[in-house]
């Protein structure tokens, strides 16, 4: 066990032949039914989309249901599959607030109920089926206890069946704030349930007149990027004592709706994507610590440097190869690294994020091994496992594109790969969730933390 910024880190090793061993090793004596020991599994990992009238495939909430696919899940779930999360747990801090993916007990329970008959057992063993939000209501307003403060919405766009990607940039308006406001907490809600089905990502941001530099090039404006969204992660809350600034004044409210809908059989007619921002309450003094959120950090471009690019210059895969992809951003004062979230297409295979400190020490803080581009999952490190960095620690993304036949998302195999918007081109950046600190704050969390070590552990 070592020790890192007053934090002692675990990772543990799960060999894949010792995991499938283990799947198939005998459970105890008595049968595993649905009732008793898979519906407790399938209530608190599934059903919050595999439920009726949901943009998922099938409903998970009854036996019947159920057993009917029962060797579908049996396979998806042996194979780690589903619910989906894609993080190598074999390296890097492995203490998510988000981990959505079930433990090897919860995989051996399933597998050997459908490896048993997939028996229905006794309905007096049934847990009661959660209460579950309405679909399409807003997933905030449920933890914060509050409707959001602050409800913004594109113009409508209407999706083709089976079509091309397609994007939606419209300008919308915005209601201008009598003062400025510190922001906690977003979420970005696609229409439910088709709206759900063809949104793939999108970016929503905020432009402020006026309240910059007037010299500036851009007239003085400001860029407030309010909200991100990825088939998988809607939502962001920050943490206590954290905000983001929203100016006074007049602004526009700009979009950029990515729709994909290659495997969607129906049109979806009069799209609207909603936005809804939570607010501190007014009066109240400004959070510790200012955050503008996700940044994105690029290895999409040449040398490192974190500025974009028209073009991807480095993406070049070849016919049936691979390639791999570095890039460098080098923290200027310290920071407190939240969440990652990978983004590639088709063929991405893997992801990370490691810190080279000042010192010359490296550490991998995470890793996402079976990227797959139809979710875009976000990361998030709990509270006290959060990585602390010192001002001048290089932070190192690497990527790794897979071209071959073995992939299994791959659309053509045959083809060379560059940049570019489309699914079937590529692109390599990574949303890193960053809150950036004084000396003192820097200080004042590694002391805290040093007084309570925590083994980062999965």
């Given at each position: 066990?070592?020790?890192?910024?007053?934090?002692?880190?675990v990772?543990?090793?799960?060999?894949?032949?010792?995991?499938?061993?283990?799947?198939?090793?005998?459970?105890?004596?008595?049968?595993?039914?649905?009732?008793?020991?898979?519906?407790?599994?399938?209530?608190?990992?599934?059903?919050?989309?595999?439920?009726?009238?949901?943009?998922?495939?099938?409903?998970?909430l009854?036996?019947?249901?159920?057993r009917?696919?029962?060797?579908?899940?049996?396979?998806?779930v042996?194979?780690?599959?589903?619910?989906?999360?894609?993080?190598?747990?074999?390296?890097?801090?492995?203490?998510?607030?988000?981990?959505?993916?079930?433990?090897?007990?919860?995989?051996?329970?399933?597998?050997?109920?459908?490896?048993?008959?997939?028996?229905?057992?006794?309905?007096?063993?049934?847990?009661?089926?959660?209460?579950?939000?309405?679909?399409?209501?807003?997933?905030?307003?449920?933890?914060?206890?509050?409707?959001?403060d602050?409800?913004i919405?594109?113009?409508?766009?209407?999706?083709?069946?089976?079509?091309?990607?397609?994007w939606?940039?419209?300008?919308t308006?915005?209601?201008?704030?009598?003062?400025?406001?510190?922001?906690?907490?977003?979420?970005?809600?696609?229409?439910?349930?088709?709206?759900?089905?063809?949104?793939?990502?999108?970016?929503?941001?905020?432009?402020?007149?006026?309240?910059?530099?007037?010299?500036?090039?851009?007239?003085?404006?400001?860029?407030?990027?309010?909200?991100?969204?990825?088939?998988?992660?809607?939502?962001?809350?920050?943490?206590?004592?954290?905000?983001?600034?929203?100016?006074?004044?007049?602004?526009?409210?700009?979009?950029d709706?990515?729709?994909?809908?290659?495997?969607?059989?129906?049109?979806?007619?009069?799209?609207?994507?909603?936005?809804?921002?939570w607010?501190?309450?007014?009066?109240?003094?400004?959070?510790?610590?200012?955050?503008?959120?996700?940044?994105?950090?690029?290895?999409?471009?040449?040398?490192?440097?974190?500025?974009?690019?028209?073009?991807?210059?480095?993406?070049?895969?070849?016919?049936?190869?691979?390639?791999?992809?570095?890039?460098?951003?080098?923290?200027?004062?310290?920071?407190?690294?939240?969440?990652?979230?990978?983004?590639?297409?088709?063929?991405?295979?893997?992801?990370?994020?490691?810190?080279?400190?000042?010192d010359?020490?490296?550490?991998?803080?995470?890793?996402?091994?079976?990227?797959?581009?139809?979710?875009?999952?976000?990361?998030?490190?709990?509270?006290?496992?959060?990585?602390?960095?010192?001002?001048?620690?290089?932070?190192?993304?690497?990527?790794?594109?897979?071209?071959?036949?073995?992939?299994?998302?791959?659309?053509?195999?045959?083809?060379?790969?560059?940049?570019?918007?489309?699914?079937?081109?590529?692109?390599?950046?990574?949303?890193?969730?960053?809150?950036?600190?004084?000396?003192?704050?820097?200080?004042?969390?590694?002391?805290?933390?040093?007084?309570?070590?925590?083994?980062?552990?999965?």
């Amino acid at each position: 066990m070592k020790t890192w910024n007053g934090i002692s880190r675990v990772a543990v090793a799960i060999a894949p032949a010792a995991f499938a061993a283990a799947l198939a090793a005998p459970t105890a004596a008595q049968t595993v039914t649905f009732a008793r020991d898979v519906a407790p599994i399938l209530y608190e990992s599934c059903i919050q989309c595999h439920r009726e009238g949901s943009f998922a495939p099938m409903s998970l909430l009854r036996y019947e249901d159920a057993r009917r696919y029962a060797s579908a899940i049996r396979y998806r779930v042996a194979n780690r599959m589903m619910p989906p999360w894609h993080v190598d747990q074999t390296v890097g801090i492995q203490r998510f607030a988000n981990d959505a993916s079930l433990s090897d007990d919860e995989i051996r329970t399933i597998v050997a109920w459908v490896d048993q008959g997939a028996e229905r057992g006794n309905d007096a063993d049934m847990p009661p089926v959660p209460a579950l939000p309405e679909g399409g209501a807003w997933q905030l307003e449920r933890m914060l206890g509050r409707a959001p403060d602050v409800v913004i919405r594109t113009t409508p766009y209407s999706v083709e069946a089976q079509g091309q990607d397609q994007w939606w940039n419209p300008g919308t308006e915005w209601a201008p704030l009598a003062e400025a406001r510190w922001m906690m907490a977003y979420e970005f809600k696609p229409a439910y349930p088709n709206g759900l089905k063809v949104v793939h990502h999108g970016h929503t941001n905020v432009v402020f007149a006026g309240t910059g530099d007037p010299n500036a090039e851009d007239g003085g404006r400001r860029t407030v990027a309010v909200a991100h969204y990825g088939v998988g992660k809607a939502y962001e809350v920050f943490p206590d004592g954290v905000g983001m600034r929203l100016p006074a004044g007049e602004a526009t409210v700009e979009w950029d709706i990515h729709y994909s809908s290659l495997h969607v059989d129906d049109p979806v007619p009069n799209d609207v994507v909603e936005v809804g921002l939570w607010l501190y309450p007014e009066g109240e003094p400004a959070p510790e610590i200012a955050t503008e959120g996700e940044v994105l950090f690029r290895v999409d471009r040449i040398n490192g440097h974190d500025r974009p690019l028209a073009r991807g210059n480095d993406i070049l895969i070849p016919p049936h190869g691979y390639q791999v992809l570095q890039g460098v951003h080098v923290l200027d004062q310290p920071a407190l690294i939240s969440s990652f979230r990978p983004h590639m297409h088709t063929r991405g295979k893997e992801m990370s994020i490691e810190a080279i400190y000042p010192d010359g020490r490296r550490e991998m803080l995470g890793k996402v091994d079976d990227y797959k581009h139809v979710w875009q999952l976000s990361y998030d490190f709990e509270e006290d496992a959060k990585p602390l960095l010192p001002q001048g620690t290089v932070l190192l993304f690497t990527s790794v594109f897979d071209n071959t036949a073995d992939n299994p998302l791959n659309p053509d195999p045959d083809q060379w790969v560059v940049f570019g918007r489309r699914g079937p081109d590529e692109m390599s950046h990574m949303w890193v969730g960053i809150t950036y600190l004084t000396e003192e704050q820097f200080e004042e969390i590694r002391r805290r933390r040093e007084q309570t070590p925590v083994a980062l552990s999965h």
